[in-house]
């Protein structure tokens, strides 16, 4: 077993102390060099500043909060993750709903394995849905079931994260992206539910649509068709843990042709039915 930084959260503030954050803790389990603990925290609750002594990311299955960090506040709902660094200072202050979270802690050794390969985990990173989402829904699948099988399968979508982010980090220091872009990327989450071409899209913002579409996969890392889809999957993912809607409705309502096109492309998407995703993560 890899060992973890024992202090593991250093509180700057007085008010709490990492033992009173445990017995929000639902299971914890290490695995091969990664910590993943579930937790849920009470509505409004408040974590003040503190850090943490091995670098974690924490995705969000239910509920929201802000962080404040860097002097910048954000705020998170559910489907949405974030990468803290080892020592990065922030706090979290709970909605009315509380956080029902999911969390990876990386060891120092398995940081190690992951900059023999040139992977960068040196700075706060947040992400709304896509790639890095689904593999954190596979991660706690995993992690609910924990067969036999399941320490390989954590192992192998841990480093997976650690990848996605270090990608990310690359590419945030790579030239900006043209300011076009952006209109793009606005434009789709305005009108996912639509089906707009990329003719279409690229009449809008004045662009030729196949110097759309490279520059778009350039800094994407996926076609404007494929950010369209996970941002129609992350919809129905928040609508079906904090609505009552049928799965008819939800479908509609993300612009799928029926119900049976949206459960397949959820599946294809997320590893689960519709169903059994609102079965898993809205218990509580």
Known sequence: MMNFDARRVQFYESEISGSELVKFHLREKEVNGFRLTETRLPPNFRIPKHSHANGSFCFVLAGSFTEKCRSLDKNYKSSDMMFSPSDEIHSDEFHHAGGHCFYLEFSPRSLERAREYSLRLDAPMEFQGGIPALI??????????????????????????????????????????????????????????????????????????????????????????????RLRIQDVSHQLLNSEKSLAEIALTAGFSDQAHFSRTFKKQTGLTPAEFRNTFSRR
């Open 136 to 229: 954190a829904t596979r991660l706690y699948q995993e992690f609910r079931r924990m067969d036999d099988s399941s320490p390989l399968a954590i192992e192998g979508l841990a480093f997976e994260i650690m990848a996605e982010i270090s990608r990310r980090q690359v590419k945030s220091e790579m030239r900006n992206a043209p300011r076009w872009l952006m209109q793009a990327k606005d434009l789709l989450h305005a009108r996912f539910a639509e089906r707009l071409s990329l003719a279409e899209i690229a009449a809008v913002i004045n662009i030729h649509p196949i110097h759309l579409a490279r520059v778009f996969r350039q800094f994407n890392d996926c076609s404007l068709g494929e950010y369209a889809r």
